[in-house]
């Protein structure tokens, strides 16, 4: 029997070595994976996309600033790190949506009475009523094109998207040269 890191003997022994057709096939699957998240995050980060899903809300606010108001949401009122971690954006770039928002009328600032020193932040109700648009655009589009998918396979497509995600975040980046 020959060992899982020895090489085929010939092109034609590949095909028959169950360890080299399970590495083709797991490259195969990774790439299919891969090419699925690029295409994804493509149409994610798609000014295009944003640009059409805003005027269909009828909103006129940068992805960064819908995305700090989302990250806002409905909540009390929160420091801007929270909201920047939330967000998943720098406090400096937090700060500068804010700003944004503020002059727009959709969000406000105080300093919190507890602590002086931190700055709270919250939605104004016309920033909760923009953000429920907008939302309510993504819900109605991302429901419009899994409309054809059968409910198991919504239900299967969320369940292993998060344990994508859940696994992306616990497993360590390794040097493949270490």
Known sequence: MRSRTAAPRSSLDAVDDPVVADSAD????????RLGITRLQRLLSSRRVHSGMASAAGV??????????RALGDQAPQAVSDV??????????????????EDAGLARRRTSPAHGSIVLVEATAEGRR?????????????GR??????????????????????????????????
Do not use: C, F
């Open 26 to 33: 797991l490259e195969e699957q990774l790439a299919a994976v």
């Open 145 to 178: 094109a899994l409309e054809s998918w059968t409910p198991e396979e919504r239900r299967e497509l969320g369940q292993l998207l998060v344990r994508l995600v859940d696994d992306l975040q616990s497993t360590p980046y390794i040097d493949p040269d270490a």
């Open 130 to 142: 923009v953000n429920t648009r907008y939302e309510r655009v993504r819900g109605g589009h991302l």
């Open 60 to 69: 006129s606010l940068s992805q960064q600033a819908l995305q700090v108001l």
């Open 84 to 101: 920047a971690r939330a967000a998943r954006m720098d406090n400096g770039a937090v700060s500068r949506q804010l700003k944004v928002l």
